[in-house]
């Protein structure tokens, strides 16, 4: 039964019964059941590789399930491909901003859509437009140039247009459910608040809303329900109103977990691996700090403030226009390959586009910038244990080290970035949102790695949107405002509030 034959049908209740899928015989999801009700914000939680990305995707059509009952109201939807999801009314924003760059932000919008046309023939770029302003003005981003690149927006107007694609309307048929697959990860708090307001509207119109997200608190302010997994299976279902914080991180991880941090090691090495003295470059200026070993420096401000271009610096992605900056006591690499053969290990913010070659196998992914110290010659063997005993550290789960990385779940290819990093020893370690999309139990994980490179004497830099992330996590917090060095600030004694004030104060002083 698809779309096209219920126009006029309200839905009520979406129910996936029995829902199995497995890869190599290793199940990915077992048996999981899930109701949804028009009209109700329904939260998916759980660690990763929980299945929760298999589960969205097999909704999308894009994953043929080994076995699932999928009925609407007591009656029998078809399945089988991404069509069929579509024709049943289903809208998907996905975690990973998978865009077309060399196109328009309004084409970008309506991909997927069928083009307005003028008589059937040209396609009518005007009317493009106008729904696509009209898509975004729904969101409150009205900021955004429907004419503009797609590709040369910041991540978070990235977001709301894919965002605004799923609401556009194409056909005035509206959608029985809404899939939004940690849609916040890249907003800031501002933009986060208009998605709730959407999310509210949708809800208000009798959608059935599926909502997947790490964040803990979003979870609780703005869903009806939450369906936990683990391990591919299901755990519990409960009203929100029902269940408590504790509770529902007891279920995804089957032990308790602390709200907390991994104890600080006292005192940092002796030395300096880092020196910078009015540092600038084209974007970056009055750079001015020394790092210790083992020292953990983070680096907050507004959004776009210059965080990820400090990073790139050390990469050798950006020349010194004056000043002084060095690393172990010589100028700072001129390219990524001296930056990693240096000791310079790098996790950048985007994994898809900046970290992960998808198609190629885990293997050959975590061994890509340590190549040299392999020699000439590959020696498979060699790379197989360096990369399963990478793997065993970061706890990543896996059919081995020849999967390709495009089949693990987001959190797992955020574990094969930092199995990267750890590979070569590093001196000093730059981490560019390390947690982003990453549930409550991988975060311990991942900051107890970061914590023990710290304890042998690895200097880290880390850039956070997450204000207790970087007050849990770092020594002195590095406030910019514009690319522009504002505050240097101890962590003894400050509070996100008071960290946040920093930068509002160097806005205004700016």
Known sequence: MHRAETADHVMQTLTFSNLSKAYGGVPALADVSLTLTAGRVHALMGENGAGKSTLIRTIAGVVRADSVTVTRDGTDLPLHDARDAHDAGFRFIHQELNIVPQVTVAENILLGHDLPRRLGLAVNWPEVRRRARGALAALGATHIDVAALAGDLPAGDKMMMKIASALVAADGARADLYVFDEPTAALTGAESEMLFTVIDRLRAQGAAILYVSHRMDEVLRICDDITVLRDGRHVSTHAIAETSKDEIIQAMTGR??????????????????????????????????????????????????????????????????????????????????????????????????????????????????????????????????????????????????????GQLSGGNQQKVVFARALLGDPALLLLDEPTRGVDIGAKFEIYSLVRELSARGCAVILTSSDLPEVLGMCDRILVLHDGHQAHLLDRAGLTSAKLLSYFYAAREAG
């Open 256 to 405: 308790d977990l602390a709200d907390s941090y991994p104890h600080r090691r006292e005192g940092h090495g002796s030395g300096t691996v880092v020196s910078l003295r009015n540092a600038c470059t084209a974007n970056l200026s009055g750079l001015t700090f020394d790092l210790s070993p083992g020292e953990i420096l983070g680096v907050s401000g507004l959004t776009e403030a210059g965080q990820t271009r400090l990073l790139r610096m050390f990469m050798g992605l950006a020349a010194i226009t004056s000043g002084d900056a060095t690393f172990d006591d010589a100028p700072l690499p001129r390219d990524p390959a001296a930056a990693w053969a240096r000791g310079i290990a790098y996790i950048p913010r985007e994994r898809r586009e900046s970290a992960l070659c998808l198609e190629m196998p885990i293997r050959s992914n975590i061994l890509l910038p340590h190549l040299h110290a392999h020699g000439v010659f590959a020696r498979i063997g060699r790379e197989r244990r360096d990369a399963r005993a990478m793997a065993d550290k970061v706890h990543l789960k896996s059919n081995g080290p020849e999967q390709p990385v």
